[in-house]
Every structure is written in C-alpha cells, then in structure tokens.
C-alpha cells in the first residue's frame, strides 16, 4: 500500500435508483445533431474552446466541428485505420488520435504535419488521457501496457505492463494523487499518480470494466461493467464496495461528470444516455432513439461546457443542452 492515502471522505448517501414516469425531468432541454460520420463513432475531444469538438471512428477520419452553429472546420485529418481515442492539447496545439492497429499519432494543428507517431500496442489504443499535474499523456493499450508520454517533448516516459488484458478507460484524481485503470478482465488498477506504482487491485466487474470516474467531490471510485451495473468504491477505506445497482440493460461504455448540469452522466450498448445525481444517483432523465436520442450502441460521452456530447455506432455525434 501507498506510504500517502487518500485523504479522508465520506462516500455518497446512495439509494438504489428506479427510473419510472414519475422520476423528475430535469436533464436535457434540446436535442442537436451534430455531425455524421461515414461509420460508428468511437471517440470525442474538446478542442481550443467549448465552441469545437474533435470527433473520430471507423471511417478513419479526425473532423473537427463548431458546436454552435454545427459547422465542420476545414481541418480534417484520415488515418490507416479506425480511430478509438483523441486527446488535444491545446497550449502546444496537437491533436493525439489513438488507433485501433495500435498506432498513437501527434498532428499538428496549425501546419496540419504530423510531429510524432509511435506504434504503441497492436491490439489498439483504447483511451488517452491528461494528467494534466504531470504534464503527461496517458495512454490505455489493447495488451494491457499502459504507456505515459510526456506532453511537451513527446518522449515516452514509461511503458508499464499492467494487464495481460485490454486496457479499456483511464481516470485522474489530481486531488488524491491517483490515477484508476480499467481491464477487460473485470479489474480496476489503481497506481500513484508520482510515481506510477500500482497500490490497489479492485475486482470490480465480472464480465469486464468498460469505464471508470473519480467522484467529483468525494475520494470515491465509481466503475461500470459489462454486466450494466454501476459499482461505487470507498478510496478513503481500502477501495471497498460501498453501492452498487443495475444502471442500465447492457454494457456500460462510458462515465462522465458534468460540471454545467452537476450530474453524472452514462452512456450504454443499450443505445440510452442517462443523468444521475452525484450524491444519490437518484435518475435525472434517459434518453432513448424515441425521446431523439441514437439509435444504436453509444459508445463516447463528452462534457462540452453547457452541453452533453454522445457519439454512437449510428454514425451520429448529438448535442445534449441544459
């Protein structure tokens, strides 16, 4: 165990959460299409402002859209293959494009050159995150390497074996110095974000973890699975389960927290997008194909300012307003 815990916090009042005609509507007020791709997309990425988002998929293209006005930017950018992850930093104005052949690319935005490309994991790059305190990019392979990149001089730091399984989401808690890994395997590593040494091993989900978050406001882990279950861990006492409950009918691909609507929000292969409350995870609203939602598997959620952003393998990206 880590020489530095967690610091002390209660977890969530949680009670189990039924949605039912009676359940308040408080969630989404409009509904915006924002974009087609040419096949499912897979991954999402604010760009210099909440005005533009960075959308990618199986059509092996990077667009870059106004998220209000709906118009696409000239800057467009097709790869060798499918893209699963994006990252963007906007200071050194690079856009990070993690590829299903396991090719991480680094594009310039301005000159449209590619700066860096390294042939990271041949079974994918699933997710790409910021540690913004470390100035590093965190980046989860499909063989379970878990690769750190350093933002500035795109080296790479440390390649580290975590899993002999897909690495699938990627969470940063600045606050309590950690960083939480989720596997195909059901399993949740969670390491120091200083020094990258693995303190916890969360058996989190049976069937396999497909997403994972760090409370906004309390030192609580919540995970969800291949089962569609929403599963809380209490980081202040040993990442023991503190609530668990049936969110949704399948897969679980995506946690989110969003500030604008103070919310927590998931995404499922059950093509529905739901709204939590953080404390409770009392429901807020479900969006389904019927209420203007997708109408297949949504796979990517993205806080975008005042909106909600969701892209799904019906090829579309949706804004969701609050």
Known sequence: MSNKPPKKSSVPSIQSPV????????????????????APVYALATGDSDEWIFTGGGDKIVALWNVKDGTQ???????????????????????????????????????????RAWTLDAAGVF???????????LVAGGSGILT??????????????????????????????LLAVADSHGLVHVLEAETLQTIETIRAHEEGCTAVLWHPEKSVLI??????????????NQ???????????????????????????????DKTVKWWKPDTFDP??????????????????????SFV??????????????
């Open 19 to 38: 949605f039912s005609p009676q359940s308040p509507i408080t969630g989404p007020r409009s509904l915006k299409l924002l974009a087609t791709h040419g």
């Open 148 to 177: 750190v990149i350093d933002s500035q001089t795109l080296e790479v730091i440390r390649s580290i074996p975590l899993s002999d399984a897909k690495l699938r989401r990627v969470a940063v808690r600045a606050e309590d110095n």
């Open 309 to 322: 952003v969701s892209a799904s393998d019906d090829r579309n990206v949706i804004l969701f307003g609050v």
């Open 73 to 115: 930017h000239p800057f467009t950018i097709k790869t060798d293959a499918s893209i699963f992850s994006l990252a963007y930093h906007a200071l050194e104005k690079i856009v990070f494009i993690g590829c299903s052949n396991g090719v991480l690319h680094a594009i310039d935005t301005v000159s449209k050159r590619e700066r």
């Open 127 to 137: 997710d790409l995150k910021w540690d913004i305190v470390g100035n590093r990019l």
């Open 284 to 305: 807020i609203q479900k969006i389904d194909f019927s209420a203007g939602g997708h109408k297949h598997s949504v796979n990517r959620l993205l806080g975008q300012g």
């Open 223 to 236: 995970t969800g699975g291949k089962d569609a279950m929403i599963r809380c861990w209490n980081a202040a």
């Open 239 to 269: 990442f023991k389960q503190v609530f668990h409950f049936a969110a949704h009918l399948s897969t679980i691909y995506d946690i989110i927290y969003h500030k604008e609507s103070n919310s927590i929000v998931t995404c499922s292969r």
